[in-house]
DNA sequence: TTAGGAAATCTAACAACGTTAGGAATGGAT
DNA sequence: ATCCATTCCTAACGTTGTTAGATTTCCTAA
């Protein structure tokens, strides 16, 4: 009984040195030099060992995936703590463009089509929620009715994954990306404040 | 002297099939079945010959990039002939999403870190001076005195790419996400134009 | 017309990749 | 001490991008 436990146990453990490792590969070397014969070697195993923890790469690549949202969700909720209604928007926005900047091969990896696109949407669900959040008390505090929330939020998501791109796509460098990101929200929600008369009528976006 | 002539039109006629039969199998099969042997199959070469019209793949695929970008500029061009300054951004903002949702693949290496940055930058300039045209007459019509044009126009670039990102990931479906960079187009630039008082003292983005 | 040489093309191979099969070692239970 | 399941490794398969070397094709020049 004890040994099997015990089992388990080291089995887990290996497991995550696994990823432990991947993840140490990918963010210092990039995607290219995250292979399965890489990662074995980096946790002294041969390369069939992997198998015996994740189906496939792809699997060991969405754990990595789940773990980089993981890590923006902490970054988000660190971000929130700011009092203010509208500085605590344009923090979140400027943090998002920041973890880009910081973790490139990662951001890569979970914005990449080759993971499954219901997966992908099921990991970064946590982080579109404090998103979905955020925006709620926004549009409260600032009487602001908008008429489909969830769109709102699929339009914020978007503009900071697309600004986020452009710095990581090497168009633009990484503190501009951030003002812009800045720019385009503060642009965003003055747009959306200003759909909305005094008088609160839903706005029609 | 014209046998020469038309050897040198016979390797670029050769060449071109090439990048036809690339684009072909892209656009028809996706990224994954787009290999050297494949494309030489195709246009029943043996596949060294690929390599004495392009150093590598990734100058092949270069070339599928650049196409891509005269495709979309072909569109913007055609979108830009509305006479309405508003419609026509709108117009724009749709034409990009739609052909994020009609070409995946293509649009997908359009926007693929692998291939080089300042390449990409290239093929993709003339379709950004497009963007850049419009913005400015808009701003123009509507009084609107932009501090920084390039900045305006990279916020809106980031923006319809992460929009049109939001679909090709599988995040919302294709006509949504039209919709939804319509939406944040005009919540943007209704922004821009709520920064700018009657006067037009320059907004601050 | 024919000998020579450049250009074009093919076959074969290399290294590296993800992945699987089959056997050897390990170690707790009877 | 014996058995059996788990763990692990070596070897291999098929595919990828890419290159070397041989072979064929075809124009040029004697």
Same mark, same amino acid.
């Given at each position: 009984?004890?040994?099997?436990?015990?089992?388990?146990?080291?089995?887990?453990?290996?497991?995550?040195?696994?990823?432990?490792?991947?993840?140490?590969?990918?963010?210092?070397?990039?995607?290219?030099?995250?292979?399965?014969?890489?990662?074995?070697?980096?946790?002294?195993?041969?390369?069939?060992?992997?198998?015996?923890?994740? +189906?496939?790469?792809?699997?060991? #690549?969405? %754990?990595? @995936?789940?773990?980089?949202?993981?890590? $923006? /969700?902490?970054?988000?909720?660190?971000?929130?703590?700011?009092?203010?209604?509208?500085?605590?928007?344009?923090?979140?926005?400027?943090?998002?463009?920041?973890?880009?900047?910081?973790?490139?091969?990662?951001?890569?990896?979970?914005?990449?089509?080759?993971?499954? +696109?219901?997966?992908?949407?099921? #990991?970064? %669900?946590? @982080?579109?929620?404090?998103?979905?959040? $955020? /925006?709620?008390?926004?549009?409260?505090?600032?009487?602001?009715?908008?008429?489909?929330?969830?769109?709102?939020?699929?339009?914020?998501?978007?503009?900071?994954?697309?600004?986020?791109?452009?710095?990581?796509?090497?168009?633009?460098?990484?503190?501009?990306?951030?003002?812009?990101?800045?720019?385009?929200?503060?642009?965003?929600?003055?747009?959306?404040?200003?759909?909305?008369?005094?008088?609160?009528?839903?706005?029609?976006?």
């Amino acid at each position: 009984m004890s040994t099997s436990t015990r089992r388990a146990r080291e089995r887990a453990n290996t497991r995550e040195r696994i990823i432990e490792a991947a993840l140490h590969v990918l963010e210092t070397e990039g995607v290219a030099a995250l292979t399965i014969r890489r990662i074995a070697t980096d946790v002294e195993y041969s390369a069939p060992v992997v198998y015996q923890h994740f +189906a496939n790469k792809d699997a060991l #690549v969405l %754990e990595l @995936v789940a773990h980089g949202h993981r890590l $923006l /969700l902490s970054e988000f909720h660190h971000a929130a703590q700011e009092p203010d209604t509208d500085r605590r928007m344009t923090r979140i926005a400027s943090q998002y463009v920041r973890f880009a900047g910081e973790h490139p091969h990662l951001f890569r990896v979970m914005n990449d089509p080759v993971v499954d +696109a219901d997966e992908r949407r099921r #990991v970064a %669900e946590p @982080v579109i929620d404090v998103l979905k959040e $955020l /925006l709620t008390t926004w549009s409260a505090a600032h009487n602001v009715v908008l008429a489909d929330l969830d769109q709102a939020c699929e339009i914020l998501w978007g503009t900071l994954y697309g600004i986020a791109s452009l710095s990581y796509l090497g168009n633009v460098g990484g503190d501009r990306a951030r003002y812009l990101a800045e720019q385009a929200l503060r642009a965003i929600l003055l747009g959306w404040r200003t759909e909305t008369p005094a008088n609160g009528r839903p706005a029609s976006n």
